[in-house]
């Protein structure tokens, strides 16, 4: 697929569990491209969705995000 250079291809990663007593973890993988790019843009989309950022990382070992990171992975959670 051609893609814009412009554009970002993003790896979403879903985990969902489902309560007690038949506890079962479904975890699906989608792969998107997109044009978001900066954190404050991502940040307010999860917002808007019903989301809040619970923490953000620069690679899937847990480093911690910084200016200069070419990955975000954000952790986030539904608001209650």
Known sequence: KNVAPAVNKIELIYTFTTPEPESRTFTRVLHDYTRYSKKEELESRLLESGFEVADLYSDYN??????????MIFLARTRS
Do not use: V
């Open 62 to 71: 847990g480093a911690p995000f910084n200016g200069g990171s070419r990955k």
